[in-house]
């Protein structure tokens, strides 16, 4: 767990263990969740949230100058990244060397383009955008190369190897890894894990939503917190 999770970071998982060893009652368990949710730990969390969102703002208001984006891995991740940059106006090329799972995205994207934009024309514009690509022959034009292929370190070297013999010397290389680490030039290439597209109804209110909700949920959070400790300091009192 510590491979994952470092203490110092995510303190909770260890917090569970040490209650669980010690057989602890609600009451200690009402005061660990408090300690918790209140700590510097859960504040910084937050407050790193709130900075990604902040910067995701200040970046729509900058050119960026990328037209044509290419998505290596058809997968869950990989097509509902090309399926939501397709309808935001992006020239997108989806990469795989299953057909099969080509295919079952693009039938995907139909489905969320017919459910989402309505109007056919709509539709068959965004669809026009998406293109399968087994061999990656889009690779040479691309601004911008997202891989999102299995979570395997070696793999992922492996493919970015192949990928920059073949791209432009300008284009820009992302990777969505969550736990990969980039040794390569910053100037190059970009790590960032980019949480699952909006391709259901509730996932697409929850794009929009995400941080007020966010933001509340925390702050229920925190009442829950205190309120707890409360109870558990009334209790003490009446012992």
């Known amino acids: 767990m510590r491979a994952k999770a470092n203490p110092d970071h995510y303190p909770a998982p260890y917090r569970i263990l040490d209650l669980w060893r010690a057989d602890a009652a609600q009451e200690e368990e009402a005061r660990s969740l408090g300690e918790l949710l209140v700590g510097r730990t859960s504040r910084n969390l937050v407050n790193v949230f709130l900075l990604a969102e902040e910067l995701k703002r200040r970046g729509k208001k900058h ?14 991740m990989g097509a509902d990244i090309a399926i939501w940059a397709a309808s935001r106006g992006f020239y ?41 690509d087994l061999n990656g022959d889009s690779l040479a034009r691309a601004d911008l190369v997202i891989e999102a292929i299995i979570e395997k370190v070696e793999a992922k070297r492996e493919l970015f190897a192949q990928v920059e013999a073949r791209v432009r010397p300008e284009a820009l290389l992302a990777s969505n ?61 009446w012992m």
């Not at 050119?63 to 290596?72: A, G, Q, Y």
């Not at 941080?211 to 829950?224: D, E, F, I, N, P």
């Open 63 to 76: 050119e960026h100058h990328i037209e044509r984006v290419h998505v290596v891995g058809a997968g869950v």
């Open 92 to 132: 997108v090329s989806l990469q795989d060397r299953n057909p099969e799972i080509l295919a079952r995205a693009v039938k995907k994207a139909y489905g969320f383009y017919k459910k989402k934009l309505k109007q056919p024309r709509l539709v068959q514009e965004a669809m026009d955008r998406l293109m399968p």
């Open 177 to 237: 890894t969550s736990s990969i680490r980039s040794r390569r030039s910053p100037s190059r290439s970009k790590i960032r894990h980019v949480w699952s597209a909006c391709t259901s109804s509730t996932r697409w209110r929850r794009c929009s939503w995400s941080r007020s909700c966010a933001v509340r949920r925390v702050r229920k959070r925190r009442l829950t917190a205190r309120a707890a400790l409360r109870s558990r300091s009334t209790a003490c009192r």
